[in-house]
């Protein structure tokens, strides 16, 4: 008798314990939905600015209607005036208000002050709003494709809108109003008000005038070539900061179609990050430095900078002929230089150098110029380019590797190993967020330069960097001179693939220059894909970059 008198406070002891300490707080949650209902404050999203301040994505003060059809009393009245309001159709608004079984429903969502104005006129009990953001973005399709865009509740879904959506977002807040079983609001209760927290703010990298030169001169590419796309970027290449990226065809951030991903995908893609192609002679940066470094670090496999180089047009590996672009009319291509190479860039040099330093240590220079891994640039969706593995390569596949084919880059893998090169041998990871702050000025995060490994030495790099100004200024990059500046740079004229067969007369045109070349401060990458008309990179895509180094001068006064 005393074991079951026992065993039942003991049970009921552990029930309570249960009941009021672990099970207690959803208890309370339960009771508070019961005899309250709420009105969410949402946050306001953060904003994101460029480097100077300029606001590029923000959030305008909008309102949502609801109705709580408990608390409605004048059904006839509030329908009408409702479905006047928000042009909405009466008799199906009054079936919803009359048949739902939800104790508060949504009539309207992101309008204007105006509405709220209107329906200020009425006293219509049971119908509520409450303030919400709403997404803009005052330049539209600038930038378009790395800002992102957010859902219809106001989460990032791309771009840095995604990446950086907690910072961002915020905690909504609630205002609560005590009501009775039925949903009525309890008569001389004051609600209570739990406030917004403010989402974080970004700063950029991106300068806003950059950035306008960009998307002009792609849209300029787009209606002198009609090519299938046409992109840009231009980064500093000693600090990794992105100043600008433009992709063409673009869409407006103002007017995005979320119910359509097929156009979101090919509109909204970050082409730069996410996309692979074939660099063609823009690669050869690679293969010069690394001949160059180990020249200096005293290879004997590598070439002298004084070494004259066969003249054929033709290299045969394992059976594959290799040729060199050139028809070898008198006096073209003969008998030269590494230097000299670089200016025509001539296919079987560049052979000639990858078979002498050999798999392995080709190889080992494509680790560290990072080719086959992201950058770790702060954007969704970045690819790792298309690599073979070394195991798997022959000397015929490390030929064509070593002018930009049988390998497959992203945009930005080539930007960041080209100012690798140039920079002083610092592979640096490329970025775009400056700082993370709040709207009181507190710093959250502040991104510093940050360097992931060496390439090559300071002198290889300064060779390298005086080589590419002989390119612009005696060789096939000469449309991208400017009289008076130290431009450097390399030309790219790729073939395209189809089914695994070249496709004839489709190239993807590229570009890759920086100034001043013995201290570089900018370095643009232009990629014109299968432009109408178009011959080469040299005179597609290198006249476009010299419009961009050109307007840099001009608006910073450099």
Not at 515 to 538: K, Q, R, W
Request: with cysteine; hydrophobic share 40%.
């Amino acid at each position: 008798m005393i074991c079951a008198i026992t065993f039942i406070f003991l049970f009921v002891f552990i029930r309570l314990f249960y009941v009021q300490v672990i099970w207690g707080k959803d208890l309370q949650i339960k009771a508070l939905d019961q005899w309250t209902r709420n009105v969410p404050v949402l946050a306001k999203r953060g904003e994101i600015v460029d480097r100077n301040g300029v606001v590029l994505a923000t959030s305008k003060k909008t309102y949502t209607i609801f109705v709580r059809p408990r608390a409605v009393t004048k059904l006839d009245e509030t329908v009408a005036v409702l479905s006047e309001i928000f042009n909405l159709n009466e008799q199906e608004l009054k079936q919803k208000i009359t048949t739902t079984k939800v104790s508060e429903i949504k009539i309207a969502k992101h309008v204007g002050k105006e509405y709220i104005d209107k329906l200020s006129n009425y006293s219509l009990s049971g119908v509520y709003f409450a303030e919400d953001v709403t997404r803009y973005y005052p330049y539209d399709s600038l930038l378009a494709q790395v800002l992102g865009y957010t859902s219809a509740d106001g989460n990032g879904i791309s771009g840095l809108e995604y990446y950086y959506n907690t910072q961002l977002s915020g905690t909504n807040g609630e205002i609560l109003y005590e009501a009775d079983l039925t949903g009525v609001d309890i008569k001389n209760k004051a609600p209570s008000y739990v406030p917004a927290v403010n989402g974080l703010n970004l700063k950029l990298t991106i300068d806003y005038e950059v950035q306008q030169i960009l998307e002009a001169i792609t849209d300029e590419a787009m209606s002198e070539y009609t090519p299938k796309s046409a992109s840009a970027i231009v980064i500093n290449p000693q600090s990794g900061e992105v100043l600008g990226m433009a992709m063409k065809p673009s869409l407006n951030l103002n007017n995005v179609p979320l119910g359509d991903l097929e156009t979101l995908n090919k509109l909204g893609r970050i082409t730069l990050v996410a996309d692979c192609y074939e660099p063609g002679s823009t690669f050869k940066v690679l293969t010069a430095s690394a001949n160059v470094n180990e020249l200096l670090k005293g290879n004997k496999n590598a070439y002298s900078l004084e070494h004259v180089y066969s003249s054929s047009r033709y290299r045969y590996v394992e059976g594959s002929k290799i040729k060199c672009w050139s028809t070898h009319e008198k006096g073209k291509h003969a008998n030269e230089t590494l230097a000299d190479a670089l200016n025509n860039s001539c296919n079987p040099i560049f052979v000639d150098i990858a078979l002498a330093l050999g798999k392995d240590n080709f190889y080992s220079y494509l680790n560290s110029f990072g080719y086959g891994k992201v950058t770790g640039i702060d954007l969704p969706g970045e690819a790792q380019g298309m690599l073979l593995p070394k195991s798997a390569v022959l000397n015929a596949d490390l030929a064509r590797i070593s002018f930009g084919q049988a390998i497959a880059v992203t945009p930005i893998q080539l930007v960041t190993a080209t100012a690798s090169a140039i920079n002083g041998g610092k592979l640096i990871t490329p970025y775009l967020v400056k700082e993370v702050y709040s709207s009181g000025g507190t710093l959250s995060l502040k991104t510093e330069t940050k360097q992931t490994g060496t390439t090559v030495s300071a002198q290889t790099s300064k060779i390298i960097s005086s080589y590419l100004e002989g390119v612009v200024s005696n060789g096939s990059g000469k449309q991208a001179y400017i009289e008076g500046y130290k431009v450097g740079g390399k030309t790219g004229t790729a073939q395209k693939y189809q089914n695994g067969v070249i496709s004839q007369g489709k190239y993807v045109m590229s570009f890759i220059g920086f100034f001043p070349a013995d201290n570089p401060e900018y370095l643009c990458l232009v990629i014109v894909d299968e432009p109408v008309g178009g011959t080469y990179g040299s005179t597609v895509a290198a006249p476009l970059c010299k419009k961009v180094f050109e307007s840099i001068i001009k608006v910073k006064g450099l």
